[in-house]
T-cell receptor
Framework: QKEVEQDPGPLSVPEGAIVSLNCTYSNSAFQYFMWYRQYSRKGPELLMYTYSSGNKEDGRFTAQVDKSSKYISLFIRDSQPSDSATYLCAMRSRGGYQKVTFGIGTKLQVIP | AAGVIQSPRHLIKEKRETATLKCYPIPRHDTVYWYQQGPGQDPQFLISFYEKMQSDKGSIPDRFSAQQFSDYHSELNMSSLELGDSALYFC??????????FGPGTRLTVT
């Protein structure tokens, strides 16, 4: 079993919909949580970076962390066709220079 | 804003050849990470450097080596290339333990 589980999709939604992307993890040492967006054949682009449980909002994006359930989410409001990409959750332990462990990524398509 | 620079962007090599990938981190970032991403896969951590010293090691084959230089750029050296080494190789940089920013990647094709 992988340390980070993420549904690869694909997920297709109509433009304007609210998108919910999720990851679960098994390593309780993970303390920092990130969401990256990756367009085809491009490098992952950091979207959100959170540490504590709760919600963090940035424009149309909201990241949610529930450490007790080992569950993180990314919500995209008013989705746009330009949001079509693969979304990777990522996380790492506290301290040192810890590597990031990624989920496999969810492929999202927003239909105009 | 300045981003992570990787070169070359595309590289084609034959089996058993050697390849060198270069990474130039964001200015003032002191930590560099290398990842390998196969088709349809998540990025797999290979190795990282902080202040020119290896700080962590992942699933990097013994045929690969890497180092970080005094100007903080890093190079990933890959020898005895195999077909299975064909992948996207990403470099990321950060300030110490904080969030990592990824470069555009080098697409390596081994034929």
């Amino acid at each position: 079993q992988k340390e980070v589980e993420q549904d690869p999709g694909p997920l297709s939604v109509p433009e304007g919909a609210i998108v919910s992307l999720n990851c679960t993890y098994s390593n309780s040492a993970f303390q920092y949580f990130m969401w990256y967006r990756q367009y085809s054949r491009k490098g992952p682009e950091l979207l959100m970076y959170t540490y504590s449980s709760g919600n963090k909002e940035d424009g149309r994006f909201t990241a949610q962390v529930d450490k007790s359930s080992k569950y993180i989410s990314l919500f995209i409001r008013d989705s746009q066709p330009s949001d079509s990409a693969t979304y990777l959750c990522a996380m790492r332990s506290r301290g040192g220079y810890q590597k990031v462990t990624f989920g496999i990524g969810t492929k999202l398509q927003v239909i105009p | 804003a300045a981003g992570v620079i990787q070169s070359p962007r595309h590289l084609i090599k034959e089996k058993r050849e050697t390849a060198t990938l270069k990474c130039y981190p964001i200015p003032r970032h002191d930590t560099v990470y290398w990842y390998q991403q196969g088709p349809g896969q998540d990025p797999q951590f290979l190795i990282s450097f902080y202040e020119k010293m290896q700080s962590d090691k992942g699933s990097i084959p013994d045929r690969f080596s890497a180092q970080q230089f005094s100007d903080y750029h890093s190079e990933l050296n890959m020898s005895s290339l195999e077909l299975g080494d064909s992948a996207l190789y990403f470099c990321a940089s950060s300030i110490r333990i904080y969030e990592q920013y990824f470069g555009p990647g080098t697409r390596l094709t081994v034929t």
